[in-house]
């Protein structure tokens, strides 16, 4: 067996990794780890030097290879901030009206999937596997296909793939679809994506069933399969029943006897946080006997601070605490705490174990780890009711959580009534359910389960 490659825009370099990366990251570099292989992408730095002429940083870690380089300013804003942050994210997610199309930054971003595949291509070795991560590479597989590789390419999407409509709104479609049959197999995080993904080819040209379950289209061969990611329970609940570190013995007097919910992503238009403070607002005007009784605390660092949508939501949210707060709060109990910060991972599964509700209510998600980390991190004698959103891709396996419509603002609400007087038998048993398949789809599982197929269709 070759190498593992492993492709993405974001690299976690040896000093950062394990400690601090996240389950996703964990998994990748146990894969690496195992068989041996490279990790290639961008080093998250802005260069003066332009990318052709710039030397690729390498760091070597026991099995593991490091290739990283950096982007011009121009580059990192065309690839990065415009066209993957205000192009496919948005559209992705179903939010058009997000979307600012501009034609240069197509150009600049199949400039940057052609720059990386340049720099990538005279690493490779014979028999290595090439694992290709998300959507700021979708070209990826037929950029380096143009320096000649002739490797197994596997491609990975971690966001939604959108229905045919909502992707054709964006003006390079067919390009995008076209260019991403080059992979040889292509994961999505649930059978609804990869069946749009396909659907949206059947729309555009023919799309024929060959043998070993692939498909053809414009000339290519590939396969398409849904692989829904996993984590890994048993070190989330290390983690989670660690010792209190000292500064953990005051947040478990400040969360007090109150009913504590819990709600921790990036600060993201897709993660519906104002939809989901309205329906808290909804909630202590309906249920007023409540009022004093719980606090929502909202973790939600800011990310992709440079594009306009991202200042727009994280301004919002300023004005809504504090609107919510004045309106409901009292010398004695504030009812939101709104944390514009990071915490460390191993803090935050402590504090999930703490917290008898988790809010968890994007407007979409690819899949939405966090719902699963928080079931992970619970005392499963005593655990904390999961609310979670239908449109999240976890929604198809944790059936047991309490769904909602995140647009929905009385059902959210609701549904936190529901979770604060759900009796323990209940709670206990809607976690053991959903920790079993949570046991069975591991992180491992999924990227074994992916890497066999890669290898299969290969040989
Ligand atoms: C999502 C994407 C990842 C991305 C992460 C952080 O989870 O699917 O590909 O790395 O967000 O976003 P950032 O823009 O900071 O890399």
Redesign the pocket.
Known sequence: MGRLVVVS??IALPDNSKNGAGGLAVGLLDALQEQGGLWFGWNGEISKITGEEEPLQIEQDKNITYAACSLTQNDYDLYYSQFS?TVIWPAFHYRLDLVEYQREAWEGYLHVNQLLAAKLSPLLQQNDVVWV??Y?LLPFAAALREQGSQHPLGFFL??PFPAPEVLMALPDYQEILRLMTAYNLLGFQTERDAKAFLAAIAHETELVTVEKGGYQAYGNTFHVHDYPIGIDPDSIRKLAEGPLPPKMQAIRQELGDAKNIIACE?LDYSKGIPERFLAYESFLEKYPEHRGNIRYTQIAPT??GEVQAYQAIRHQLETETGRINGKYGTMSWTPLYYLNQHFDRRLLMKIFRLTDIALITPLRD?MNLVAKEYLAAQDPTDPGVLILSKFAGAACELTEALLVNPYDRDEVAKAILNATTMSKEERIRRHAIMMDTLSHQTITRWRETFLDDLYKISQ
């Open positions: 825009n974001r942050n991560h998300d700021h971690h966001i990036r990310s992709r690819g």
